[in-house]
């Protein structure tokens, strides 16, 4: 089977441009988590997604925004670009969240995303 | 919010030692999480621990969890090179993942 995939692997945009990144998760997984990876840090939680509806949200302005299809992909929107957005953007599934908990998550390869 | 800080942050040894990492925070967590990343890849999933004080063993890799639920240790056994890599622990709750400092790991042949 294969594992989460993202796309594109990696990606130049100018301030103020904006930016949409893919995630398709495992077959058979209903939630989708993305996370900021700031060069040199553990990442960052920015959205869950369980059943196309948000679940979670991290601490990041409403200039990122995201949204689940009903094949369960899902896409992470940023816009108005900062130089401080150039992260390694990973995605994550996991099976089927009971709420509360927070079940075992598959990460992809990430989106480097670089900001100039 | 909830912080985890690892340490150290950098480690550079010799192939064959011992060494440990350590995860703490001021929190309780429900679950802990530890995971090794490689340059260009997401992070995998190494072990989850549950319990206060469980200890779980992967070969030469052991993992703790503290009584409390706020800490953790990896200590790993007779290094390889194949053990370099930036490991992350992670608290489970709320539905989310909450990520540490991250330790950096070379391991030198």
């Known amino acids: 089977d294969a594992g989460v995939t993202q796309s594109p692997t990696h990606l130049i945009k100018t301030r103020g441009q904006h930016v949409t990144l893919r995630c398709s998760p495992i077959s058979g997984h209903k939630s989708v988590s993305w996370y900021q990876q700031v060069l040199g840090q553990g990442p960052q939680f920015i959205f869950q997604y369980y059943e196309k509806e948000e679940r979670g949200r991290g601490n990041f302005p409403d200039r990122f925004s995201a949204r689940q299809f009903p094949n369960y992909s899902s896409e992470l929107n940023v816009n108005a670009l900062l130089l401080g957005d150039s992260a390694l953007y990973l995605c994550?599934?996991?099976?089927?969240?009971?709420?509360?908990?927070?079940?075992?998550?598959?990460f992809g390869p990430g989106t480097r995303l670089t900001v100039l | 919010t909830q912080l985890l800080e690892q340490s150290p942050q950098f480690l550079s040894i010799q192939e064959g030692e011992n060494l440990t990492v350590y995860c703490n925070s001021s929190s309780v967590f429900s679950s802990l999480q530890w995971y090794r990343q490689e340059p260009g890849e997401g992070p995998v999933l190494l072990v989850t621990v549950v319990t206060g004080g469980e200890v779980k063993k992967l070969k030469r890799l052991t993992f703790q969890f503290g009584d409390a639920r706020k800490d953790s240790s990896l200590h790993i056994t007779a290094a390889q090179p194949g053990d370099t890599g930036l490991y992350l622990c992670a608290g489970s709750g709320n539905e989310k993942l909450t990520f540490g400092t991250g330790t950096r790991l070379t391991i030198i042949p």
């Open positions: 994550a599934s996991s099976f089927s969240p009971r709420q509360g908990s927070t079940p075992e998550q598959f």
